[in-house]
């Protein structure tokens, strides 16, 4: 970490943007964030990623790799605007990074590539920024490339992200011919010479103007059928004045009823000035989002980005460095100097903040306080996790903390030396703590101390980490997958009753229930949800805080199932008698009931073992199709779509994820190292009668 001369930077909450940078890997999202970086004059050389000279990509690994691995926050200023960038992983291996970034934005450019359109991450990513409600705009990338088609690209967002693309740029030029841009709003062409990093502005060229007509025209409408404003000034004057369309161009992306889409190639930085201009006139401010809620006491609360406000931050992301822990905090309300102390909600502890920092990926600037509406590091808080919400001592609030997605995959790790033990548990709980989606434990049968991940990949990382950083040899095992079970079909009015005496106060627990899938309830609720539990018991059989035992005991029972101790998952366990003891019943006797009903209730009940599956997107040439086609079959692969697209055949399936261990050097090996694929995980699906031997049942 390298930290720069002490400064105080602020800038009022309306000219301030939190956004994330967003795409499927090898979009080009992270040569959109150093041009951008260039642009606004925050670096003075243009980072390249296959050069490793990349800003916000400064890890060892994710230069080795050509990579975004982790989520990268830069701070730059553009007319008068600060805009605070998250740079965020493309695989699939690391999108818990992703989220945690989502969590905290107000705003994201979406990155397409102009050849391949929405791809397989990019749809991912899309609803990830869906469930936090953050509004995009998007940016089609590498229109100088053979094959790049901006049309194609806008009915590909159209067709799989749902949604109601607005483009407001017309190319002028295609593939390597590609110059500018015709903005649509202003009915302006912005054109790139050769050699020259800032664009002309100039009439839009002849031979384009009935196209750049047309699709004006077309903006008109589509924004007139969504935006009630608009719609009057369109049926009184038949058409839009520049400023009223931007304005309802503004409100439909704050409110996600559509996504502006512009376009350009990052590479030959042609098409970033126009969007750090969009950044600014579209994406919302601090201001313009709605108060953070949070849980004060028995009830909700709302905070504003209010710098005046009591002082609340989560934190979304933490970091080990050589010089001291550091921890990222989005700040919702409030404001915080060094050497104040706040309050850990989560630990209940206080934290003394010792140093804050504006940060520039590995780079960073002292600065005294942070306010309502900053992304900043802090160095002080010790106990702070991804998702811990600091505040106010005198003033307490519980955010709601990001979702954390379970592993998949688990390998066993050990130290070569057997002096080096500790020093490697050490190593793994840091790790944990720095990225939530690392899950480490340690197996009860073998005594292998296991690490599980979102992925090979992840793993991989993960284990290079500790390599590089501590110099520790390690071992690490074949990877496995992560299995669960489910209720295929369920038992009624199973009865249990928790008896024990043994001198003194005893215990006496009395319940009755009912186990059943998910699915298989009327209120319509989708299949595959974890767990859930409700009472139907009458007259106060069963009091409330004895009802509140039995659902923490079901609960407990739900981590180990009965066919091979695989997590389980996909059930509701409804209470509907009971009886207690005036003198010996009790929470704990309840929740001791609760836990052994549950596995008596599994083990009478049809269980299913579940295994996690990814939707595959291979590209292969035409000739090496049938082989690529066999090979998949022979994974139990279950071909959903292929498509022809420029002498190549893009064929989508679902594999088991435990099929495709290995598949990258299998695909390089049937297409002569010429097919390429991509991956995302989709859900679980019940596995075959080997598997079920195979994982212990």
């Known amino acids: 970490m390298r930290t720069e001369p002490h400064r105080k930077l602020t800038s009022p909450l309306d000219r301030v943007r939190n956004l994330g940078i967003l795409a499927h890997v090898d979009a080009g999202k992270t040569t959109v964030t150093e041009r951008i970086l260039y642009a606004t004059g925050t670096t003075h050389k243009r980072g390249e990623v296959h050069d490793g000279t990349t800003i916000t990509d400064f890890d060892s690994q994710e230069r080795d790799r050509g990579i975004t691995i982790f989520a990268a926050a830069v701070t730059c200023s553009w007319a008068g605007h600060r805009i605070n960038l998250i740079d965020t992983p493309g695989h699939v291996d690391f999108a818990d990074e992703v989220e945690r970034s989502l969590r905290v934005l107000d705003g994201a450019v979406a990155v397409f590539d102009a050849v391949a359109g929405v791809e397989p991450q990019s749809e991912s990513v899309w609803h990830q920024a869906d469930?936090?409600?953050?509004?995009?705009?998007?940016?089609?990338?590498?229109?100088?490339?053979?094959?790049?088609d901006l049309d194609a690209a806008v009915a590909s967002i159209r067709d799989r992200l749902r949604t109601v693309p607005l483009v407001v740029q017309l190319p002028i030029g295609r593939e390597d011919g590609f110059t500018g841009v015709v903005d649509l709003v202003r009915m302006r062409a912005l054109v790139w010479a050769d050699g020259r990093d800032t664009y002309e502005e100039g009439e839009v060229p002849e031979e384009l103007r009935d196209e750049a007509g047309r699709r004006r025209r077309l903006l008109e409408e589509t924004v007139a059928e969504l935006h009630p404003e608009a719609l009057e000034e369109f049926c009184a004057r038949a058409a839009l004045a520049d400023t009223t369309l931007a304005a309802a161009l503004r409100e439909l992306t704050r409110t996600g009823e559509g996504v502006v889409v512009l376009c350009g190639?990052?590479?030959?930085?042609?098409?970033?000035?126009?969007?750090?201009?969009?950044?600014?006139?579209?994406?919302?401010?601090?201001l313009d989002v709605p108060p953070v809620r949070g849980a004060a006491g028995d009830g909700e609360q709302e905070r504003a980005a209010d710098p005046a406000a009591p002082f609340a931050a989560l934190a979304f992301k933490v970091s080990a460095g050589p010089t001291g822990r550091l921890t990222y905090l989005r700040v919702y309300s409030g404001t915080v100097g060094k050497g104040e102390s706040v309050l850990d909600a989560g630990t209940r502890r206080t934290e003394r903040i010792g140093r804050i920092l504006r940060v520039r990926a590995d780079r960073h600037v002292d600065v005294d306080t942070a306010v309502a509406g900053d992304i900043v590091a802090v160095i002080g808080p010790k106990a702070a996790r991804a998702g811990t919400?600091?505040?106010?001592?005198?003033?307490?609030?519980?955010?709601?903390?990001?979702?954390?997605?379970?592993?998949?995959?688990?390998?066993?790790?050990?130290?070569?030396?057997?002096?080096?033990?500790?020093?490697?548990?050490?190593?793994?709980?840091?790790?944990?703590?720095?990225?939530?989606?690392?899950?480490?434990?340690?197996?009860?049968?073998?005594?292998?101390?296991?690490?599980?991940?979102?992925?090979?990949?992840?793993?991989?990382?993960?284990?290079?980490?500790?390599?590089?950083?501590?110099?520790?040899?390690?071992r690490v095992g074949r990877p496995q997958v992560s299995y669960r079970e489910t209720v295929g079909r369920g038992v009624s009015g199973l009865v249990y009753r928790h008896v024990k005496q043994d001198g003194g106060a005893g215990q006496f627990a009395h319940v009755v229930v009912d186990v059943e899938p998910w699915e298989a309830q009327e209120d319509g609720s989708a299949g595959g949800a974890e767990f859930a539990f409700r009472s139907s018991v009458t007259g106060g059989r069963v009091p409330q805080e004895y009802v509140r035992a039995v659902e923490a005991g079901c609960r407990d029972a739900l981590a180990e199932g009965p066919l091979g101790g695989h997590p389980v998952t996909g059930l509701r366990v409804t209470l509907t008698d009971g009886a207690t003891h005036p003198k010996d019943s009790s929470e704990m006797a309840f929740r001791t009931a609760g836990r052994f009903a549950l596995r008596e209730a599994l083990r009478a009940s049809a269980m299913v073992l579940l295994e996690p599956v990814a939707e595959v997107t291979v590209t292969v040439p035409d000739e090496s199709v049938g082989g690529v086609l066999g090979d998949l079959a022979a994974r139990r692969g279950r071909v959903s779509g292929s498509e022809a697209r420029a002498g190549a055949v893009v064929v989508t399936a679902t594999v088991p994820l435990a099929e495709l261990f290995g598949y990258a050097t299998a695909l390089r090996s049937r297409t002569q190292g010429r097919g390429t694929f991509t991956t995302r995980t989709a859900g679980y699906a019940p596995a075959p009668a080997a598997s079920v031997a195979r994982s212990g049942g």
């Open 131 to 148: 469930r936090y409600g953050v509004p995009r705009i998007a940016f089609v990338n590498k229109l100088d490339r053979a094959g790049a």
């Open 265 to 286: 190639s990052a590479y030959r930085n042609r098409g970033v000035e126009p969007l750090l201009e969009a950044v600014v006139a579209y994406l919302p401010s601090p």
């Open 389 to 474: 919400t600091l505040c106010a001592p005198d003033a307490p609030l519980v955010l709601e903390p990001p979702v954390v997605a379970d592993p998949v995959v688990s390998v066993a790790v050990e130290a070569r030396r057997s002096t080096d033990t500790e020093r490697l548990m050490a190593a793994l709980v840091r790790l944990a703590e720095e990225d939530p989606s690392l899950l480490v434990r340690t197996d009860p049968e073998t005594g292998q101390t296991v690490l599980s991940g979102m992925g090979e990949l992840h793993l991989e990382v993960a284990a290079e980490k500790i390599r590089r950083d501590l110099g520790l040899e390690l």
